[in-house]
């Protein structure tokens, strides 16, 4: 199937308001240098045509230097492979990421029309879904027959699934390897990951925000549409088990990893968390308020990510550029992470396996590195101290997430076999309109 040629997408406004005038708002002529750094650095323009600091030709002789917001620089010891160019402010403890390099590149299905991008692993890690703003999902292989330590991810995917008709805002797993997806066509569709046809459609009203399945019933789904209402369904029957009324939009979802809770986030900086008992009903349990008490920001921005670390604390993205991590029993918020830009576009953080660190994309080209739980005895639990690195040199929307442990263990086991040097993490990284890149941190 020729899905270039036939599958044109339209792009709707509402949920995704920043890619109408995203040109506007971020300059792609402008592009950084790979220099020596100074106070300040002069801007180059180049046409996006010529330039590429990634380009492999280069890969020998780019020489990769390192600055803070003071103007200071340091060389790098650099692995045999195509390092990042790294930024970080507020230099007030040590660097973790010293070290990314540039394992593989991808050229995804339809990048010019895809604006945002969403990645989600299998459970068992064999596989991985790509969906985004073009209504395409495509799943790919991991570690494909023949492949290398460098070659995470197949080439070129195994299933494209082509049938929704405009962008997809969540796709999520099952235990049993089925994956689900809405779209704001109005409709949400589970897939089987090895056929291009999908098994059933729900049809919802307008639009639809969000859908994820149960972790520990497969049979089970949450739906959240443009009517205010959130559903818990059961397929194949696509019987509701229970609807419930909600204030506002449900902009996203996510079930905690046992299941005993649900998350909703909100349009307007909320965040509801409901206890889902055994036969899956839901009863609102918690109420967070992810906004500021003070300034343009008091009335909320929409929370467009939202991740459990475990039954005590969650994780929420929102639309101000903050990333809030809270002891939800209690309401308390226990950290707020800044640094990235995130105003209209539904970039998401993203935790790495062992909860040290999380990550983000940003509206700048950026992707921003945090300490997850780093003690400020003077901050109230801000948090903007970070670790930032340029993907690609453009100034469009960056998305980025973690790899999940089985991942890392597999690549640290090839990677020190072939090269003798060690993986700590595996970033995953795609901009607006472009390709995925994927980077190794070494030690």
């Given amino acids: 199937m020729n899905v270039e040629s036939s599958h044109k997408i339209t792009q709707n406004s509402e949920f995704f308001d920043a890619f109408e005038n995203i040109d506007d708002l971020l300059d792609p002529s402008e592009s950084a240098s790979v220099c020596m750094v100074s106070k300040k650095p002069p801007k180059e323009k180049s046409s996006s045509n010529s330039f590429d600091i990634y380009t492999r030709q280069e890969t020998q002789s780019t020489y990769y230097t390192s600055h803070r917001s003071s103007g200071r620089a340091a060389d790098l010891k ?54 985004g703003g073009s209504g395409v999902i495509c799943v790919y292989e991991i570690f494909p027959c023949g492949s290398n330590a460098s070659q995470l991810i197949a080439s070129v995917p195994s299933v494209i699934m082509a049938e929704h008709v405009e962008a997809i805002t969540e796709i999520n797993w099952n235990s049993n390897g089925l994956l ?30 969000s859908a994820c399945f149960h972790p520990i019933y497969p049979d089970y789904f949450a739906v959240a549409s443009h009517d205010n209402l959130l559903r818990v369904m059961k397929y194949p029957e696509l019987t509701s088990e229970g609807f419930y009324h909600v204030s506002q939009k449900v902009m996203s979802l996510c079930y905690s990893k046992n299941g005993n809770f649900l ?13 889902s008992k055994i036969d899956c009903k839901l009863r609102l349990k918690y109420k967070l308020k992810c906004k500021n008490r003070f300034g343009l920001k008091v009335l909320g921005r929409k929370v467009v990510g939202l991740q459990f670390m475990d039954d005590d604390y969650i994780l929420a993205t929102t639309n101000d550029s903050r990333i809030r991590l809270f002891r939800f029993k209690e309401s308390l918020m226990v950290q707020k992470y800044k640094g990235n830009l995130n105003s209209k576009c539904p970039i998401r953080a993203d935790l790495s396996y062992d909860k040290k660190f999380l990550i983000s994309g940003s509206e700048n080209g950026l992707f921003y590195i945090w300490n997850s739980l780093r003690a400020f005895e003077k901050s109230l639990g801000k948090n903007g101290e970070f670790e930032s690195y340029d993907a690609r040199g453009v100034k469009k929307p960056e998305f980025s997430c973690f790899a999940p442990e089985k991942i890392v263990k597999a690549v640290k086991s090839k990677y020190k076999a072939e090269t003798g040097q060690k993986v700590k ?19």
Wanted: charged share 20%; aromatic share 12%.
């Fill in 78 to 131: 650099l692995p045999p492979s195509l390092p990042l160019y790294k930024k970080s402010t507020k230099p007030l403890y040590a660097r973790n990421f010293t070290n990314i390099c540039l394992a593989q590149e991808i050229d995804l299905i339809q990048t010019a029309e895809s604006k945002h991008w969403i990645f989600k692993f299998s459970p068992d890690c064999k596989a991985l879904a790509v969906a």
């Fill in 263 to 275: 998350a909703a986030g909100l349009e307007r900086g909320e965040v509801l968390i409901y206890e």
């Fill in 180 to 209: 689900i997806s809405s779209s704001l066509d109005g409709t949400v569709k589970i897939w089987n990951k090895y056929t291009e046809h999908s098994l059933c459609t729900l049809e919802c009203s307008k639009r639809a925000y």
């Fill in 425 to 443: 993490y595996v970033i995953l990284s795609a901009g607006s309109q472009s390709n995925l890149r994927v980077f190794y941190s070494l030690e």
